[in-house]
Structures are given as C-alpha cells and as structure tokens.
C-alpha cells in the first residue's frame, strides 16, 4: 500500500498484524490471496481505522511479493470500499462499511454477524441469591466505609517487593518458576505449619495444607467436591454471601441458621456440613461463645457431618484475648479450617489456605490441578520469605495498631453522633449496625452517597434480604482515620434526612 512518499515511512503506520500465507503452487493468483487475507485481518479487527495499513513496500519486503502484486491486491480492496486513499498518508480502512455486508470478488456475500453466546454458553444454576454490589470508583469519595478493601498505603510494599526480587534468586528461582503440577511451595507450607497456625492453636504437619489462590477458591473447591444436589448445608443468618452462592450453585440446599450476640445458633436438626465464621462472625462481627462452639463440635461429631470454618480476619481483635480456632479444639477432626493471606495485606494478593485431613487434602490438590493447577511460584515463595524475615508478624502487629486506632475513632463517633446506641464486637474490619425498622438503608446508602459517603447495605447478606432493609455496615480499614469522625457526622445527617422523609 503506497505511502506518503517513497523515501519516508508514516509513524502512525500500523505493522503487519499477522502471518499471511501466500501459495506459489496454488492456481488462484497471488494478488487475490494477497486480497483474501487482508481482508480477513481487517475484518477480524487487526487494524485500527485511525492507523494507516502497513504499505505495498512493506508488504512485497515481507512476503517476497513484488510490488505489483500488492498493489493489484490493494486496488481491488480499495475497489470494494473497505479500504480507501489518503492524500499524502497511506490506506485506511473505510470504518463507515465495517459493520456493512460486502461482496467479495466472487460474488458472495459476507456479513460480519456477531455470535450468539447466550446459545453457546451453557446456563448456571438460577439460585434466586442475593449478590453484594460494590460502589464503583469508591476511592474517589471523600468517606469510603466499604468493607472487603484496605488502604493501600498501609500495604508493605518495600518488605513485599524485596520479598519478590529475593524469590527470584538462585536460592528459589526453582520454586518461583517451576511448574509444580499439583505441588505447592514446600517452604511455605513449613513456615504456616511452625509459625502461622500455631498461633490459632493449630498444630498439623504439612500433609494437613494446601495454599489456595484466596479463600474464595478454597470454598470453590469445597463445594466441588462436598456438595451436591440435596446436600445440606447450614449458613450463618445474616453471613457471608459469597459462601451461599459457591454452595447454592452445585445444587446445596441451603439452611439459615440464627445469628444473636453469642453467635451463631448450632442447628437443632442433622445438616451434612456447616459453615461458620466463629472468630469474626461475617458480617456482624460477634463472636461465637465458648458454649456454642462445644456444642457445634458435638452435634457434628455425633451426627458425622462436617464444619467449614473460615477464619478470615482473626488477628484483627481489639479487646480481650482472642479465642481459639475450631480446628484447635478436642475432637475436631470434622472441621475443615480455611485462612486467608489476603484480608490483612491486601485483597488483590489472592492467597489463601485449607487445613484438613489428609484424605481431602488430596482430592482437592487433584481437583485444583485441573483448574488453576497451582497457585504461582512466585507469590508463594515471596510469601513464605516475608514470614521467614519476621516481616509477615510485624505488619500483622502493625496494621493491627493501625486499625485499632481506627475502630476506637470510629466507634466513639459512633456512639456521639448516632441516635441509637450500637453494640460493638471486640475485633474485625468493619462495624455492623441495625438501625430502627423504620429506616432502609437502601434510601440511605443513596443519601449517604450524595454526601460523599459509602457505606454498604446489610439486606443482601440475609437469605430473605426484603425482611431486613434496616442493617448496614460500615468498614473502617479503608478509610483515612482523619475521615472517620466527619464522615461519620454525615451518616448521621443522612440517617435524620431518611428517617424525616420515611
């Protein structure tokens, strides 16, 4: 395709795209192979209509054509109206006919018709669940209670980034890059089985581990392999939503199971499995009292059915001492523990981990090769070196301040400026509140957002979300804590405008 001039070539000209086959031995004529190809590339999008397409001295150069044949080819397309002549600039692709049927030089007609993916694609289960929606672009308000995030400037990323170069090394440069199978970063699961569980009170041997890429996978794979259609399966009530519809979408029948200030309520009935949050119960925050767990731990021995218990947050307490894991307890070999990497350092980290039996523990590890195969080298051997230097303790000790601080904030302008008193759980991220029936807080998230505040409506965490619109929460490990106070001033100014317009 000729270019502005024969001695200059145009930066805005685009490249070749893609390799084009041209045929000596072939009886069709090289310029109109040459034409078909070309064609195909810009109707398969190759080519921005904005760029000039590469030019016939480029094109003879590259497919050892003669400049002839190239311009014969491009005439034709210029024939056509696909492509047309710029003064002094090159082709360009005519865009006003891309969307347009066109002839080909037989005669044929040709659309460029889209594909129908809703026949394609195979239906998922309808489950009738409710779904949490994020506010989109929260980091630019000025007061994001959102839950689920962390402020990024709270993230160790000098610790984190000498952690990835030392993985790098030829010390781990075998365990960064390998291709694992089914395996996961021995180191790692040594340094998680000495110095991460044991503070749960967990005492296991690495044949008890496997490293997820986040707890959102570990529950996946758990539902894959424990549940099925008509297999019970207790939730919390309110809890966590994401849990419900990993086990709702393998056809689980899913129970709710009461939550009050002690907690969950053990189930009165026989269930096949149970998932429960106990040190930080999501999403209120309670935590489940000694009584209960002895009895949950009871119930599910003597019923041979299983516990999934997702200890998402647990380092997070503020007051008193923490409690011990359910996998820590006496006869808890029916409890399935899941940790997370992520909700500390940084949601974005994917990297998660599953203690049980060893039996399970090798099914799951052949049912992730098959998906992901293993969670990559790279990030679980930085991992375990951040934990191997004492980094991964001093964060934890560090962001554990930080976000005491901020709780404190939150909480006493909690008390100050809200027209209800609010109990307070001992720890977690983020602060649970049940407002007066009276208010919904679907109007007022829509208030609170036109003040620059975000906070998230509690109803969908319910299974009958339409009988609870007056719960909301607010999470405080995003939020600048010079925010917290004025923010909070808002919510209440919002909460007033609401319940005067109810």
Not at 271 to 294: E, G, W
Not at 404 to 427: C, I, M, N, Q, Y
Request: one cysteine or more; hydrophobic letters at 35%.
């Amino acid at each position: 395709m000729t270019p502005p001039s024969d001695n200059a070539r145009s930066h805005d000209q685009a490249p070749l795209r893609a390799p084009i086959e041209i045929s000596h031995r072939s009886k069709e004529p090289l310029y109109r192979q040459l034409r078909r190809a070309l064609e195909h590339q810009i109707l398969s999008g190759a080519y921005s209509p904005d760029v000039a397409l590469p030019s016939s001295r480029d094109l003879a150069h590259e497919l050892g054509l003669s400049r002839n044949t190239v311009n014969a080819a491009v005439q034709e397309l210029v024939a056509t109206g696909l492509i047309e002549a710029r003064p002094r600039s090159g082709h360009f692709i005519n865009s006003k006919l891309l969307d347009d049927a066109i002839t080909d030089g037989d005669g044929i007609r040709r659309t460029n018709a889209p594909i129908d993916w809703e026949k394609k694609i195979r239906p998922v289960r309808d489950i009738h669940l409710p779904e949490i929606t994020k506010t989109k672009n929260w980091q630019t308000c000025p007061y994001p209670f959102v839950a689920g995030q962390v402020d990024a400037e709270e993230f160790p990323r000098l610790a984190w980034a000498r952690a990835l170069r030392t993985a790098m090394e030829p010390e781990h440069l075998q365990f960064s890059v390998r291709d694992a199978i089914d395996e996961d970063d021995p180191l790692l699961v040594r340094l998680l089985c000495q110095r991460v569980l044991p503070s749960r009170g967990i005492h296991v041997d690495p044949d008890n581990v496997l490293i997820t890429a986040g707890s959102q996978q570990g529950l996946d794979l758990l539902a894959q392999l424990l549940v099925g259609p008509n297999t019970t399966v207790g939730v919390e009530d309110p809890g966590y939503v994401d849990a419900k519809h990993a086990f709702a979408r393998v056809g689980g029948q899913l129970f709710p199971l009461q939550v009050d200030d002690r907690g969950m309520i053990p189930p009165p009935n026989r269930l096949d499995l149970v998932y429960v949050t106990p040190s930080h119960h999501s999403p209120t925050n309670v935590t489940l009292d000694s009584s209960r767990r002895t009895q949950l731990l009871t119930t599910m021995r003597e019923t041979d059915s299983l516990i999934i218990e997702d200890d998402y947050d647990s380092e997070f307490r503020y007051r008193g001492k923490p409690t011990p894991a359910l996998r820590a307890l006496p006869n808890s070999e029916h409890v399935i523990y899941l940790g997370s990497f992520s909700k500390f350092l940084a949601p974005g980290l994917r990297l998660g981990y599953i203690v049980a039996e060893p039996e399970l523990i090798d099914r799951m590890r052949t049912h992730r090769r098959y998906s992901i195969r293993h969670v990559p080298g790279h990030t679980q051997r930085a991992m375990a070196l951040l934990i191997d230097s004492g980094q991964y303790h001093r964060t934890i000790s560090r962001r554990r301040t930080q976000l005491r601080t901020k709780w404190e904030t939150l909480t006493s302008a909690l008390d100050e400026h809200l027209p209800w008193k609010v109990p307070f759980p001992a720890g977690g991220v983020s602060v649970w509140i049940q407002a007066p029936d009276r208010l919904d807080a679907k109007i007022l998230a829509d208030e609170c957002l036109r003040r620059g505040v975000v906070i998230e409506r509690g109803d969908p965490f319910f299974l009958s979300p339409e009988c609870h619109r007056n719960n909301f929460r607010l999470g405080f490990a995003a939020i600048d804590l010079r925010s917290i106070e004025p923010g909070v001033r808002l919510l209440a100014e919002a909460i007033d405008a609401t319940l005067t317009d109810y």
